[in-house]
């Protein structure tokens, strides 16, 4: 594993401890989407089908154990949780989040590496993972006051898949064979759709001002 | 193999 990988994965934890700490003990979810947290969910689910199957490592299958629980907690928090459901803005988190679900499992269907029932689904998952960020991004336009923890939450998560960009430009170079199309185009789609996100959230931070996204 | 390779990854 290089450096890059290691930072990206380091920094996809690193998200997920910064919502899991706003809604544990802050007990809010305020900013925060409920459909790219579902949509994130069923990413891990159908990704991770060969987590009882395949054994890759001890590392491999804690992370994939802890991005699973993770995100389903989360989808149960902001859904059943008494005081954190409260906080959810539900009239602001409008994005029609099933209809990128079909698409995205069509073009698995017919653009995969190889035409069986766990790499369609893995193949889907990196489709579906690519745009799972809209309704989140949507919701931020649409945010007043975005606090910083949801602001820390959405970068870090943008800084995850830059940083596997690099890790898989590495992998090219030092690896023999290593090419994978599906996966770094979807990739590279996942980190432009943050773009101007980074662009708001430097200015704030260079300008010390709160983040603000024009609408 | 290359099937560990890609799924290596998260």
Redesign the interface.
């Known amino acids: 594993m290089n450096i890059f990988?290691l930072a990206g994965?380091m920094t996809?934890l690193a998200s997920v401890l910064v919502l899991l700490l706003k809604i544990h003990t802050i007990k809010s979810c305020a900013g925060i989407s409920l459909k790219t947290q579902e949509l994130f969910a069923i990413v891990f689910a159908s990704r991770y089908l060969?987590i009882f199957t395949?054994f890759?490592?001890l590392y491999?299958t804690l992370?994939?154990l802890i991005?699973l629980g993770s995100s389903f907690s989360i989808v149960w928090y902001i859904r059943r949780h008494k005081l954190v459901r409260r906080s959810y803005d539900k009239d602001q988190d409008t994005f029609r989040h099933y209809f990128l679900l079909l698409p995205c499992f069509i073009l698995a269907l017919l653009i995969n590496e190889k035409f069986t029932f766990k790499e369609v689904m893995?193949t889907f998952s990196l489709y579906l993972e690519a745009v799972a960020i809209l309704p989140q991004l949507v919701l931020l336009q649409r945010t007043k006051n975005i606090d910083n923890l949801t602001g820390q939450y959405v970068f870090l998560l943008g800084a995850y898949r830059g940083l596997?960009i690099l890790?898989w430009i590495y992998r090219y170079f030092t690896?023999p064979?290593?090419v994978?199309w599906i996966?770094w185009i979807s990739g590279l789609v996942q980190t432009l759709l943050y773009a101007d996100f980074f662009y708001y959230y430097f200015e704030s931070w260079k300008n010390n001002k709160k983040l603000q996204l024009p609408a | 193999d290359?099937a560990?390779?890609?799924?290596?990854?998260?």
């Open positions: 990988r994965d996809h060969d395949d890759i490592s491999n992370m994939k991005f893995w596997y890790n690896e064979h290593y994978h996966p | 290359e560990v390779e890609k799924h290596d990854e998260l």
